[in-house]
């Protein structure tokens, strides 16, 4: 089982940065890959960007690509979501998720309970 716990999100004006982390417990953090969904008021959850279990692969979705960061740090069992150049867009409840198979196609099974991020323009 693992449990994973959001944190970063806030209120930033258009233009500006969060950095959102989610903290995961459990000792096979390192065998899982990582990502970040999102979801707006009255719209569907979205995928935002994946990490693979080593880290060296990244996949985004194209509206933040370019603009948002995913990295992973396995010492801290921590992943990472470095938003920047954030639009009122960008709005939505950010969540974490989990692949305990580590491996193409990403199937998550475990899912944070969310934090906010509101972008005012």
């Known amino acids: 089982q693992v449990q994973l716990v959001e944190s970063g999100g806030g209120l930033v004006q258009a233009g500006g940065s969060l950095r959102l982390s989610c903290a995961a417990s459990?000792?096979?953090?390192?065998?899982?890959?990582m990502g970040w969904f999102r979801q707006a008021p009255g719209k569907e959850r979205e995928f935002v960007a994946a990490i693979s279990v080593s880290g060296g692969n990244t996949y985004y979705a194209g509206s933040v690509r370019g603009r948002f960061t995913i990295s992973r740090d396995n010492a801290k069992n921590t992943v990472y979501l470095q938003m920047n150049n954030l639009t009122p867009e960008d709005t939505a409840v950010y969540y974490c998720?989990?692949?305990?198979?580590?491996?193409?196609?990403?199937?998550?099974?475990?899912w944070g309970q969310g934090t906010q991020v509101t972008v005012s323009s």
């Open positions: 998720a989990a692949d305990s198979q580590g491996s193409i196609p990403y199937e998550y099974d475990y």
């Open positions: 459990g000792r096979t953090f390192s065998s899982y890959a």
